[in-house]
């Protein structure tokens, strides 16, 4: 059975703190991981990655995935409040499944 | 630009009551998807449509029913409401499939049945 297992469940941390979030996943005909930002209501998507080993960035939020191992981390650095969020990862296939299989989220919250 | 646009955004029913919820895209997506969130569980797939005209089932389809006339709007039925469907209830559309494009999600829909 395909999953999507991400740790830590919540963490919090002080404003201005490096925070890593971990993602793993077993998918049949991986293709893709995403990672998605949900605040008070919709996700919205931060990133994409299909290749292995290449790091996708946007301001401090920076991502990377390793096939071999099966897993993703998506960093934040010098973090927000508005960082504060619930964080998604979600493994999608290849060909025919159209079942994108979300992690349980992990819930960041930023402390001024 | 309107997106994807749930409606409604919050509905209280009662046990064995019937309801439809409304999702409709502007963006011209054949693929569209209903999940639903519920604490520490992440977003389960119920149904999703890959056309006009298509639908099909997801991880968690029991009790629920969804019809695709129109490329651009989803309908999610509750026949007949239980408790154990209080949820937020996600609707998400992507030109193509999961796997090769992320989709887009409307503001959800709290939906209470007591």
């Known amino acids: 059975e395909d999953k999507v297992v991400q740790s830590p469940l919540s963490l919090v941390v002080h404003e201005g703190d490096t925070v890593t979030l971990n993602c793993s996943y077993e998918?049949?005909?991986?293709?893709?991981l995403l990672w998605y930002k949900q605040e008070k209501k919709a996700p919205t998507f931060l990133f994409m990655l299909t290749s292995s080993g290449i790091e996708k960035k946007s301001g401090r939020l920076s991502s990377i995935l390793d096939k071999k191992e099966l897993f993703s981390i998506l960093n934040i650095t010098a973090t927000q409040t508005g960082d504060s969020a619930i964080y998604l990862c979600a493994g999608g296939a290849q060909g025919g499944s159209e079942k994108l299989v979300f992690g349980k989220g992990t819930k960041l919250t930023v402390n001024p | 630009n309107a997106g994807v646009t749930q409606t409604p955004k919050f509905r209280v029913l009662k046990t064995g009551q019937s309801m439809t919820l409304l999702c409709a895209q502007d963006m011209n997506h054949e693929y569209m998807y209903w999940y639903r969130q519920d604490p520490g569980m992440g977003l389960r797939l119920i149904h999703y449509s890959v056309g006009e005209g298509t639908t099909a089932k997801g991880e968690v389809p029991d009790g629920y029913n969804v019809s695709r006339l129109k490329k651009q709007n989803f309908l999610l039925g509750l026949e007949s409401a239980a408790p154990s469907q209080t949820s937020v209830y996600f609707c998400a559309s992507s030109y193509r499939g999961q796997g090769y494009q992320p989709q887009h999600f409307g503001d959800g829909t709290r939906l209470s049945i007591l």
């Open positions: 998918v049949t005909n991986f293709r893709s």
